[in-house]
C-alpha cells in the first residue's frame, strides 16, 4: 500500500525567508505526485503536479517541487514567501497504472510573519 | 465554471443519530469522490464512483456509512448511528475521469456530541 509523510508539520517563516516542505512516499511503482494547498477558509485546490518529464515542476504563486525518484521525495520550495502563503499543505501521491487511487500526507500548516 | 457543491457546510448532531451529506460535482466530471478529514490529518478517500458505479469503497465502514450516486451526478453520504469518532470535515471532490485533476468542494464539518 502506499504512503506519505510529511515531516513538517508546523513551519513558521518570516515574510522573504525561503521555503522547504518535506514530502517522501513509499510506492514500489510508478507514481504522479501532487501538492494541495488550502488557505484559511477555502476549498483545497491544486498547486503543481508531476505526472512524468522534468522532475522539476513549476506550480502557480512561485512554488516549485523537484520529484527525486531515488529518494522517493517530492519536496515543495519557494524562495521568498509571502503572507498570504499562510496555508496548509498537503502532498498526494497517486500510483499510475492499474487503479489510481490518491493518498493524502498529514499536510504542513505555513504561518508566515509579516 | 461552477465548483462542486456541498450541503450542508455544518451539522451537529449527538451520537448515534443519523445525518446525510450532499454533493453536485462539477458538471461533466465521471468521477466522484468522497474524503474524510479528521482534524490534524489529511484527506482519507472513503468511496470512488466512476459514473454511477463504486470504484472503491475499502475504506468505508460499511456497517455505518453508504453512499449514492444513483444518476451519475449528485452523490449523497450517510453515517447512521454516527459516533463520536466520526467528527471530520467531509470533503466531496471531482474530476473528469481518474486520471485527471481533482477539484474539491468546501466540505461538510460534523460535529458528534
Known amino acids: 500500500a502506499q504512503s506519505v509523510s510529511q515531516h513538517n508539520h508546523h513551519v513558521i517563516l518570516s515574510e522573504a525567508a525561503s521555503l522547504e516542505l518535506g514530502c517522501n512516499y513509499s510506492y514500489g511503482g510508478t507514481v504522479n505526485l501532487f501538492w494541495y494547498v488550502q488557505y484559511p477558509g477555502q476549498h483545497l485546490q491544486l498547486l503543481l503536479k508531476?505526472?512524468?518529464?522534468?522532475?522539476l515542476v513549476k506550480g502557480i504563486k512561485g512554488f516549485e517541487a523537484e520529484f527525486i525518484k531515488s529518494k522517493f521525495s517530492f519536496n515543495l520550495r519557494k524562495p521568498s514567501v509571502q503572507w498570504s502563503d499562510t496555508a496548509e499543505y498537503f502532498c498526494?501521491?497517486?500510483?499510475?497504472?492499474?487503479?489510481?487511487?490518491?493518498?493524502f500526507g498529514t499536510g504542513t500548516k505555513l504561518q508566515v510573519i509579516p | 465554471e461552477a465548483g462542486v457543491a456541498q450541503s450542508p457546510r455544518y451539522k451537529i448532531i449527538e451520537k448515534r443519530q443519523s445525518v446525510a451529506f450532499w454533493c453536485n460535482p462539477i458538471s461533466g466530471h465521471a468521477t466522484l469522490y468522497w474524503y474524510q478529514q479528521i482534524l490534524g490529518q489529511g484527506p482519507k478517500l472513503l468511496i470512488q464512483?466512476?459514473?454511477?458505479?463504486?470504484?472503491?469503497d475499502s475504506q468505508l465502514p460499511k456497517d455505518r456509512f453508504s453512499a449514492e450516486r444513483l444518476k451519475g451526478v449528485d452523490s449523497t453520504l450517510k453515517i447512521q448511528p454516527a459516533k463520536l469518532e466520526d467528527s471530520a470535515v467531509y470533503l466531496c471532490?471531482?474530476?473528469?475521469?481518474?486520471?485527471?485533476?481533482?477539484?474539491f468542494g468546501p466540505g461538510t464539518r460534523l460535529t458528534v456530541l
Open positions: 498526494a501521491v497517486k500510483n499510475s497504472g492499474g487503479y489510481q487511487k490518491v493518498t
Open positions: 508531476y505526472f512524468s518529464g522534468d522532475p
Open positions: 464512483f466512476q459514473n454511477n458505479g463504486v470504484v472503491d
Open positions: 471532490a471531482s474530476s473528469l475521469d481518474a486520471h485527471n485533476e481533482q477539484f
